[in-house]
């Protein structure tokens, strides 16, 4: 007997459900997409951009505290040295 695999919903649409349930259904049954597909694809593009450019941000903060560390270790133990 073949196992029928249930359909994925995610987060967004629950919550796009609970705004509209007929603009769900329209999507999801019907098959229809709403008008600014473009806009929408431009918003995602942007999105992912700014999650790249905060991701980054974290990473050079990260690197920026290990260098000031290391640079606080160099000075003291240079202290210790002479």
Do not use: D, F, N, Q
Request: aromatic share 6%; net charge positive; proline share 2%.
């Amino acid at each position: 007997m073949a196992h029928r695999r249930l359909p994925t919903i995610r987060a967004s649409e629950v919550g796009e459900y609970v705004y509209c349930a007929r603009s769900w259904w329209l999507r999801r049954v019907a098959g229809l997409e709403p008008e600014g597909r473009e806009r929408r694809e431009r918003g995602t593009t942007l999105h992912r951009r700014h999650a790249r450019s905060v991701a980054l941000s974290r990473l050079l903060l990260a690197a920026a505290v290990l260098l000031g560390v290391a640079a606080l270790i160099v000075l003291v133990g240079g202290g210790y040295a002479g």
